[in-house]
């Protein structure tokens, strides 16, 4: 069983920023951030390779959000920078065998999500 976690969510002010961690157990896959504003389907956010050489990241945070590792901690980070209002969702970690990119289905593995809330 593979078990993914995230930390680091809370409340940041409009302008700010915040840094998502997440620990997958296990071997080391490709990893990927999602989101979920309430009301709105979940949304692809950014995904890294299993070795950190390559990321992928929606348009819609390209340029504010950046994803990294670290592979001798078995962890992946989301640095949030200049938060929004509209930023404000659930984030979920997720790993996947095949893909660092926006293919929701083809991620195996599913953190519970964490709250993430930009006040104005």
């Known amino acids: 069983q593979v078990h993914v976690r995230e930390s680091g969510g809370g409340l940041v002010q409009a302008g700010g920023s915040l840094r998502l961690s997440c620990v997958a157990s296990?071997?080391?896959?490709?990893m990927g951030w999602f989101r979920q504003a309430s009301g709105k389907e979940r949304e692809f956010l950014a995904g890294?390779?299993?070795?950190?050489?390559?990321?992928s990241y929606a348009d819609s945070v390209k340029g504010r959000f950046t994803i990294s590792r670290d592979n001798a901690k078995n962890s992946v980070s989301l640095q949030m920078d200049s938060a929004q209002p509209d930023d404000t969702a659930v984030y979920s970690c997720?790993?996947?065998?095949?893909?660092?990119?926006?293919?929701?289905?083809?991620?195996?593995?599913w953190g519970q999500g964490i709250q993430v809330t930009v006040s104005s």
């Open positions: 296990g071997r080391t896959y490709h």
């Open positions: 890294i390779s299993a070795s950190g050489g390559q990321t």
């Open positions: 997720a790993a996947s065998k095949v893909t660092w990119k926006s293919y929701q289905q083809l991620y195996d593995y």
